[in-house]
Each structure stands twice: as structure tokens, then as C-alpha cells.
DNA sequence: TGATTGACCAACT
DNA sequence: CAGTTGGCCAATC
């Protein structure tokens, strides 16, 4: 039971714990492992995302911008912005409104625990 | 097995 | 002001 976890797995334990609703940046999941700029990496993990048991929510993860810079992994062209849409999110030319406002940031939000 | 890349971000030129 | 580069880890060629 040795957990001898990789940084993705970190990644995707992070990812998992976004409420519904909320979005996080990949810088800030990166920047809460303690290397910021391994914020690649969060979206390489994305990618692999799907390889994992655990159904990674990864559309609540988008850039710095609020930009869906993935959306052209999740099958189609609109998937991932229908994913947030249905969350309650508001999607326009690809980007999500109110960014900040619905930004989770796990740094402060897992902080203390 | 070495080199390259990848859903980013920030600094530098 | 816009294009380039460095950085980090893991997977692919």
C-alpha cells in the first residue's frame, strides 16, 4: 500500500476534488504540487486522463485565460463546452465568463486541511 | 536509449 | 508589442 504516487496521480486527486461548478487553471493545480511550472504537465495528464479507473473531470480545468485550450480532446469540438454548460457555466467563443468569479483555486481551497 | 513533445505560464529579447 | 525560450515530468518516436 505503499503510495508512491507519480505527479499525475497527484494531478487527478486534485482534479477530482473540484466541486461541481467550479473551474481551477492548470497553473494552479501545478502551482498547489509545488511546481508551477509543471503546468504542462497538468495537461498531459489530462490527456491521459481517460487511461485512469476514476472519471477525471477534466473540462472543469482549463488555462490561465479561462480559455478551453483542451476542448479538442474531449472527442468533438463542443464537448467540453457543453460539459460546462451543463454545469451552469457560461461558455462564449471558447472561453468561460465570469472566470474569476468561479475560479477554485486549491491552494487556498485545500490548504487547510 | 536519446531526443522530442505536450490540453501551460512567465520571463526575456 | 509580439515572438521566442526556459522550465518541469512523463510518455512517445
Known amino acids: 500500500m505503499s503510495e508512491e504516487i507519480g505527479f499525475f496521480q497527484k494531478v487527478y486527486q486534485v482534479v477530482v476534488l473540484i466541486p461541481r461548478g467550479r473551474i481551477t487553471s492548470y497553473g494552479a493545480i501545478a502551482a498547489y504540487l509545488g511546481t508551477k511550472q509543471?503546468?504542462?504537465m497538468v495537461g498531459w495528464a489530462m490527456n491521459?486522463?481517460?487511461m485512469n479507473e476514476k472519471?477525471?473531470?477534466a473540462h472543469r480545468v482549463v488555462n490561465r485565460n479561462g480559455i478551453l485550450t483542451g476542448k479538442a480532446?474531449?472527442?468533438?469540438r463542443d464537448?467540453?463546452?457543453q460539459l460546462?454548460?451543463?454545469e451552469g457555466f457560461v461558455v462564449e467563443?471558447?472561453?468561460?465568463m465570469n472566470f474569476k468569479e468561479k475560479f477554485w483555486d486549491?491552494?487556498?481551497?485545500?490548504?487547510?486541511?
Open 38 to 40: 509543471s503546468s504542462r
Open 55 to 57: 472519471a477525471i473531470p
Open 48 to 50: 491521459q486522463s481517460h
Open 73 to 76: 480532446h474531449f472527442g468533438g
Open 106 to 113: 486549491p491552494t487556498i481551497e485545500l490548504k487547510q486541511v
Open 79 to 81: 464537448v467540453m463546452k
Open 84 to 86: 460546462l454548460e451543463s
Open 93 to 96: 467563443n471558447d472561453q468561460i
